[in-house]
């Protein structure tokens, strides 16, 4: 019943959204223009008079970037005359500038429909009625035509790929008739309609640029684009936290855009090189190689480090384990789009505490005329720590294929790289296959995305954690914790969806999203270590993860008239999520049956079903209201816990002031994390029993955050971010009598609450050759609540354990015709943080916990400051060569763990060779 309730509740707006709103005297329906039709003059097109007695009505004007719709009512108000139009026909939207005194009406009307597909006439009514103008009406396919050209950077003449290129005019035009270009720069538009065409092509982190070109009927129209590096990007889309396409400008709350153009400038080879420092807030510690590593954004959200994890989608498909970001191929990514804070979680649903990150792949370029092969040949080496003057191998090879026509494009191929043993057996190997396609026909767009990957991690005992052991500085030691356990581990990672848009017109859009992501783990022994003749035992632990999901959305857009705009985004998901692991740590083999007493099997099965509603609302380009509403059900909550509800409410304003925009946002949200399956149930065991919980309630993150983002031109920008947060109901284990003395006794509870407050700062600036940016983020995290029955280390007052106190990125790049430069700084601050390798000893029980408690190993991490030198110089169109230095004064500092070796100096040299 209260499944029911809610949904009607949150379907109700739909239908009242989708309800056709009565004639005005702004806007009319698609049927004809009867009322005007009585005596009107031919529509002139910007080429005859109106009526006759509209030539002696004279308007002043000075328009500075407002909308069409801003501009009619400005004439409509000057002249007193009635202003009729359908919002189906008139690009409301499309802005214009035009200044002039005492300009007759016709002449004023002209200026303000330019490049618009729009017409005007006057009627003897004196009613300024706005139609469709007859060249922009679409023509016959055999009037039509191919715009093709190619995309490059203005300081550097190189070419752009992933640079969104389109032809203006309606929404269902536009989604039709749009591309993005390919590796090489460039791009081709066919099926355009004959005549003057407006072409925009679009990048974040350059100026877009608009263009007219003349399509004649059957012939190729060239039309090259050439884009400014700009640090405004008010104007450019993004998808994340609104669903559709929406304006930066819109936005209240911050989000980062990391695009293939900069992934390759950097020479990036992991994504996590990505989150330390150069997003605000957003931290991914550095473990070396390791396969797995937790991200942190905006302070501690978890008791445990393995959840705090931030949210993560494949093209709009979610990831099963987020902390599996290193198995990404950077390659393959178009861009990345990160949402801090608990604001995501209205549209995206349960675990999107700290945000969301969005990562979309490369999906080729529509129109081209051939394919494309990419191949990338690279090597280097990697130093050690232990042993001098040694250097290990580095590889890193990939081969992808780009192509399309009319109606599809696609982007495949294959990516191996392999680092050898920079420490004594330990070594890496990934091998990756992906495959990317897009269909588009009419107002239909299929998305297909496939991708899979596999990779060995070989390790042993760190030879600097063996010494710290052998110092007796743990206490009393065994030989085996000296001698390398000749482990290995298999990570796989597969991901396959589908995704669906659909324009039923132009004010409204469907999607549909089913897809699945699947990883797993095998962590093996292959060999005994024989620290006596009996030593001869191996082990195996397997872990199998799959996550399914289904989302449908669908959203409505409204011209309520030229100075109000608003979309209502309402939507229904599901995930289902089933991961099984096998544990044999002590067994005479590893295949057949297992001579094994002690193996574990464990089997986790959850699901998830939100419903929700989401509404903005834009006043004269300058001021936008979001409000949002999700409703969660999930199995594990208590079962009197009912629905979550999770609302989202935010304001953006954006002014010019002189040479300055100005805008301002603040936004509040909140996210909630479900318990894990099984915790409030009841579970007994030969070593314990689990007590029932019914009334375990999920773990929820609320808070908002505020800000100014100044930019000055396209040149300088500074953006300062606060927030404020404090995720409450943190689950823990709560110590309960003992009923059997051998029985250790517990249950699930909330128990505690976090407060997360912080600074972040962003700045880019661009002179000439040279650009410069920055960010910088403080914060403290401290627990503000601990219930009676907490038993583990933290105390009200104390920071929280693995959350560093500050972090922050710098780089400069010089970018100069075909070549480039690039030096980058990342800083990670202090960390209290276990010492997983004195842990790690303490678990295996030779340790007393009453003399040696988990909180007699925890460390302070040093800061650790890390840099990067990257470069690359095109031999020739087809011909590129790059460098990348990583960990450039070989420095070994670690922020996370202490029981795996960190990764030296890291140097790779390669061939990029297109064609």
């Given at each position: ?190 099926d355009v309609p004959a005549g003057t065409q407006a072409v925009t092509a679009r990048l974040i982190g350059f100026s877009r640029a608009t263009r007219s070109v003349s399509v004649v009927a059957g012939e190729t129209a060239t039309l090259d684009l050439s884009l400014e590096a700009s640090t405004n990007v008010l104007d450019e889309v993004v998808v994340t936290g609104t669903i559709v396409e929406v304006p930066v400008r819109e936005l209240p709350n911050p989000i980062s855009v990391i695009t293939a153009a900069e992934i390759e400038q950097r020479g990036i080879t992991q994504v996590m090189q990505l989150l330390r420092g150069q997003v605000p807030s957003v931290i991914a510690p550095d473990a070396g190689q390791l396969e797995a590593t937790p991200v942190y954004i905006r302070g501690g959200a978890s008791f445990t480090v ?170 009393p030691f065994s030989p085996s914790e000296l001698t390398p356990d000749n482990t290995f581990v298999l990570t796989g990672q597969n991901t396959i969806g589908l995704r669906l848009e659909y324009s039923a017109r132009d004010w409204w859009q469907h999607s549909l999203t089913l897809g699945q992501d699947r990883s797993g783990s095998e962590q093996v022994r292959e060999k005994p270590q024989l620290l006596a003749p009996s030593d001869t035992l191996l ?377």
């Amino acid at each position: 019943m209260r499944r029911f309730i809610v949904a009607t509740i949150l379907l109700v707006p739909s239908v009242i959204g989708a309800t056709p709103s009565p004639l005005s005297a702004h806007q009319i329906s698609d049927a004809p223009l009867s009322r005007a039709a009585a005596g009107p003059r031919p529509v002139t097109n910007g080429q005859g008079k109106g009526h006759a007695e509209s030539g002696a009505l004279k308007v002043t004007l000075d328009l500075q970037n407002v909308t069409v719709g801003e501009a009619l009512d400005e004439i409509a108000r000057q002249t007193g005359m009635s202003l009729l139009y359908s919002r189906d026909l008139v690009r409301l939207s499309h802005r214009v500038s035009f200044r002039a005194r005492n300009a007759a009406i016709d002449d004023a009307l002209r200026a303000v429909l330019k490049n618009t597909g729009n017409a005007f006439r006057i009627s003897r009514n004196n009613e300024i009625i706005v139609t469709v103008a007859p060249a922009a009406i679409s023509p016959p396919a055999s009037q039509e035509g191919t715009i093709s050209g190619r995309v490059t950077d203005a300081r550097s003449g190189g070419p752009l790929p992933g640079v969104t290129v389109q032809i203006e005019g309606s929404s269902a035009l536009v989604k039709r008739l749009r591309t993005t270009s390919a590796e090489d720069g460039r791009y081709s538009l066919r099926d355009v309609p004959a005549g003057t065409q407006a072409v925009t092509a679009r990048l974040i982190g350059f100026s877009r640029a608009t263009r007219s070109v003349s399509v004649v009927a059957g012939e190729t129209a060239t039309l090259d684009l050439s884009l400014e590096a700009s640090t405004n990007v008010l104007d450019e889309v993004v998808v994340t936290g609104t669903i559709v396409e929406v304006p930066v400008r819109e936005l209240p709350n911050p989000i980062s855009v990391i695009t293939a153009a900069e992934i390759e400038q950097r020479g990036i080879t992991q994504v996590m090189q990505l989150l330390r420092g150069q997003v605000p807030s957003v931290i991914a510690p550095d473990a070396g190689q390791l396969e797995a590593t937790p991200v942190y954004i905006r302070g501690g959200a978890s008791f445990t480090v393995g959840e705090n994890r931030i949210k993560v989608y494949i093209d709009n498909v979610e990831i099963a384990d987020p902390n599996l970001l290193t198995n990404i191929d950077p390659k393959i990514i178009e861009h990345i789009e990160i949402l801090r804070g608990p604001q995501a979680s209205t549209l995206y649903g349960a675990a999107a505490l700290g945000g969301v990150m969005q990562i979309f792949t490369k999906k080729g370029s529509m129109g081209m005329t051939r394919p494309q092969v990419q191949l990338q040949l690279s090597g280097g080496s990697v130093e050690s720590n232990v042993l001098p003057d040694y250097y290990a191998p580095r590889y890193d090879h990939s081969v992808s294929i780009q192509g399309g026509s009319d109606k599809l494009s696609y982007n495949t191929g294959a990516s191996y790289t392999y680092t050898g043993p920079w420490q004594p057996y330990y070594s890496t190997k990934n091998v990756g296959y992906f495959g990317g396609l897009r269909f588009r026909e009419g107002g239909l767009t299929a998305d297909v995305t496939l991708r899979f990957n596999n990779r060995r991690w070989t390790g042993g005992r760190d030879p600097v954690a063996a010494e710290r052991i052998a110092s007796g500085q743990y206490g009393p030691f065994s030989p085996s914790e000296l001698t390398p356990d000749n482990t290995f581990v298999l990570t796989g990672q597969n991901t396959i969806g589908l995704r669906l848009e659909y324009s039923a017109r132009d004010w409204w859009q469907h999607s549909l999203t089913l897809g699945q992501d699947r990883s797993g783990s095998e962590q093996v022994r292959e060999k005994p270590q024989l620290l006596a003749p009996s030593d001869t035992l191996l082990r195996l632990v397997n872990t199998q993860t799959t996550r399914t999901s289904l989302a449908y959305n669908t959203t409505l857009t409204h011209q309520l008239s030229s100075r109000f705009h608003s979309a209502l985004t309402l939507g229904y998901d599901r995930w289902h999520y089933l991961s099984g692991s096998f544990n044999a740590p002590s067994t005479p083999n590893l295949e057949g049956t297992l001579g094994n007493t002690n193996a574990q099997l464990i089997r986790t099965d959850d699901d998830n079903s939100g419903f929700f509603g989401q509404w903005r609302l834009g006043v004269a380009n300058a001021v936008f209201l979001t409000l949002g509403l999700r409703a969660d059900d999930n199995p594990n909550f208590g079962d009197d816990y009912g629905f979550n509800f999770a609302p989202r409410y935010g304001l953006a304003v954006v002014r010019d002031v002189g040479g300055v925009t100005v805008k301002a946002r603040a936004s509040y949200g909140s996210a909630f994390r479900p318990p894990l399956p099984g915790r409030k149930e009841y579970v007994e065991t030969f070593s314990f029993i689990q007590i029932p919980n019914p009334d375990l309630g999920p773990e929820s993150n609320r808070g908002g955050d505020g800000g100014v983002d100044l930019y000055f031109g396209r040149r300088a920008s500074v953006q300062v971010t606060y927030y404020d947060q404090v995720v409450e109901g943190l689950i823990a284990q709560s110590e309960r009598p003992r009923i059997i003395p051998t029985q250790f006794a517990f249950t699930w509870e909330n128990l505690g609450d976090v407060s997360n407050k912080g600074i972040e700062l962003e700045g880019r600036f661009i002179a000439g050759p040279l650009s410069f940016s920055a960010t910088f983020s403080k914060g403290t995290s401290r627990v503000l609540r601990l219930a009676k029955g907490y038993t583990g280390a933290l105390q009200p007052g104390q920071p929280m354990f693995g959350v560093a106190r500050s972090s922050g990125g710098g780089s400069v790049t010089y970018q100069a015709r075909s070549t480039s430069v690039r030096l980058d700084v990342t800083s990670v601050g202090s960390v209290r943080a276990f010492d997983f390798l004195a842990n790690s000893i303490r678990s295996r029980d030779r340790l007393d916990p009453q003399n040696f408690p988990s909180t007699a190993f925890n460390l302070n991490y040093p800061p650790a400051n890390k840099y990067h030198l990257s470069a690359g110089h095109d031999l020739s169109s087809r011909f590129h060569v790059f460098g990348r230095v990583d960990n450039l004064f070989n420095s070994f500092d670690s922020d996370l763990r202490t029981d795996f070796p960190t990764i030296g100096r890291l140097a790779t040299f390669g061939l990029r060779m297109s064609r």
